[in-house]
């Protein structure tokens, strides 16, 4: 395609690169499975269907396995529950450090002085990217968290 130019080694890398970039939008390490311990366990994110007016993003993806000595990816089928955030979904606000941040109430109790701050996902997610307060894949990798924590038990089983 670019065989009428001169093109520097810096360039050519970058070419490379993109030519040979994986398809999947990304893959992000989880907790080895309980019971396939001899792997090493990723999800890999596959496609996003987003709806801007309906504030719906659905993640289609995969758990993947790696063998850990060969690094070969075994094709076993793992249970893949529905990743979705609804316009009704809810986060917590998070610091630079990627906490929740955490507030005095307006009027607490002697069990409760303070709550994490809750905000609609969808709205939060996209202030994030548009305001580059995180890039493309950590933003998956918080929310994957989330998802892992609230689907383990799904996640783990063996069909």
């Known amino acids: 395609m670019n065989e009428h ?5 810096n360039i050519k890398e970058i070419l490379n690169n993109v030519e040979n970039i994986s398809l999947s ?4 390490p989880l907790q080895e499975h309980p019971k396939l311990t001899q792997f090493q ?5 596959l496609d996003i269907d987003a709806k801007s007016e309906q504030q719906f993003i659905s993640f289609r993806y995969k758990q993947i396995l790696k063998d850990k000595e060969t690094g ?14 609804y316009k009704d979904t809810w986060s917590y606000l998070r610091d630079s450090s990627n906490n929740p941040v955490e507030l005095p109430l ?30 493309f894949t950590e933003l998956l990798a918080s929310y994957l968290d989330e998802f ?5 038990d799904q996640l783990d089983k063996l069909s």
């Open 41 to 45: 366990r990723s999800i890999r994110v």
């Open 72 to 85: 070969e990816e075994i094709n076993i089928s793992l249970p893949s529950p529905e990743w979705v955030i």
């Open 106 to 135: 307006a009027e607490p109790t002697e069990e409760v002085r303070t709550d994490k701050v809750k905000i609609q996902s969808y709205k939060y997610m996209l202030w994030l990217l548009k305001n580059n307060k995180t890039g």
């Open 5 to 9: 130019l001169i093109i520097p080694e």
């Open 148 to 152: 892992v924590k609230d689907h383990k």
């Open 25 to 28: 939008l990304a893959e992000l």
